[in-house]
């Protein structure tokens, strides 16, 4: 992304289209990335080459959106509350625009925004606004989403406007005096401390304790099983089983309804009772929760069908299909 925003500038093409696709294959919703480095170029006074960026981004959210429609309507998920159609979203942002309020309180607006932009602020300058706009269409969706983890910066979902801040950082670095060293250190010590700050107060560090550290047995387990499972074959597992075994053509996850209607599944694979799972931001027993209760509706239904279930470890529970 970084050298994308670089290239911009630059007369040769072919390492600038090559970037912005990169980019835009991670996901659908890079996009927005590709808009707003369309929105840069614009600034930069390369008209073509923006229009084309935007062109090309708004080729591949509808062309990726159908590709992963499977997956659901993640706009609907999101911004739902704003209106049944795309249309009505961007109706009531104009002429209602404090709905926002209701998912996202000031408060928490303004520490993402504080969180992002701590460890740039000492080096932003002026040139710096024309990557302020690039980073605009994604900063605004995160903001307004009804999703709270797209507003918490260990999450990946602001790794473009991070980008797009550290090339405001690259453009404005011209005006930094360089024969004055007293400001460069300045700036320097500056900019180390305000990182630091933004580090612990944001990284949640705490997490690794409370969320991740406990969970590791569990992932070393899964790891063991999943490796027997065949890329052909169909998969029915919890949330966080669901996207290690993703790119196969009939996969649910048991916390969505939709697994109802394309039962049967050759494979069927949660956490045992006694795994650790995330209910708002505490750890609690599979067992002792609403969903691990469904999974045991499940898995009572496919021991009636037929299917083979066993625990292989103290983890992960798997029931296959025709095996005996």
């Not at 602020?121 to 302020?132: I, N, V």
Request: aromatic share 10%; charged share 20%; proline share 4%.
């Amino acid at each position: 992304m970084i050298v994308a925003i670089h290239e911009v500038t630059q007369d040769r093409r072919w390492r600038y289209y090559l970037c912005l696709l990169i980019t835009l294959f991670a996901k659908n919703a890079q996009a927005l990335f590709g808009l707003g480095l369309g929105l840069y170029a614009f600034t930069k006074g390369r008209y073509l080459r923006g229009l084309i960026s935007i062109v090309i981004s708004i080729f591949w959210w509808f062309l990726a959106t159908h590709l992963s429609s499977a997956g659901g309507d993640h706009v609907a998920m999101r911004l739902g509350y704003l209106g049944d159609t795309k249309l009505e979203m961007l109706a009531t942002l104009l002429v209602r625009p404090w709905i926002v309020f209701s998912v996202a309180s000031p408060e928490s607006i303004f520490l993402y925004t504080l969180g992002l932009s701590l460890p740039f602020l000492a080096l932003l300058r002026k040139p710096a606004l024309a990557c302020l706009l690039g980073a605009a269409p994604v900063y605004l969706v995160n903001v307004i989403s009804d999703s709270g983890i797209q507003r918490e910066l260990n999450h990946h979902y602001s790794i473009p406007v991070l980008a797009f801040l550290i090339a405001g950082c690259l453009d404005s670095l011209p005006l930094i005096s360089v024969k004055a060293r007293r400001i460069q250190k300045n700036v320097f010590n500056a900019t180390l401390v305000l990182s630091m700050v933004a580090f612990l107060g944001y990284s949640r560090v705490m997490y690794f304790k409370s969320r991740y550290l406990p969970r590791l047995p569990e992932a070393v387990a899964f790891q063991s099983v999943v490796s027997g499972i065949g890329s052909q074959e169909s998969v029915l597992a919890s949330s966080n089983y669901v996207v290690h075994l993703a790119g196969r053509e009939k996969i649910s996850q048991v916390e969505k309804e939709d697994y109802k209607v394309k039962w049967p599944f050759d494979v069927i694979i949660f956490p045992s009772e006694k795994a650790l799972i995330n209910v708002r931001g505490r750890l609690k027993e599979v067992g002792k929760t609403k969903i691990g209760r469904t999974m045991n509706q499940v898995l009572e239904r496919a021991k009636a069908s037929g299917m083979s279930c066993s625990q292989p470890n103290d983890y992960v529970r798997l029931c296959r299909k025709g095996a005996g």
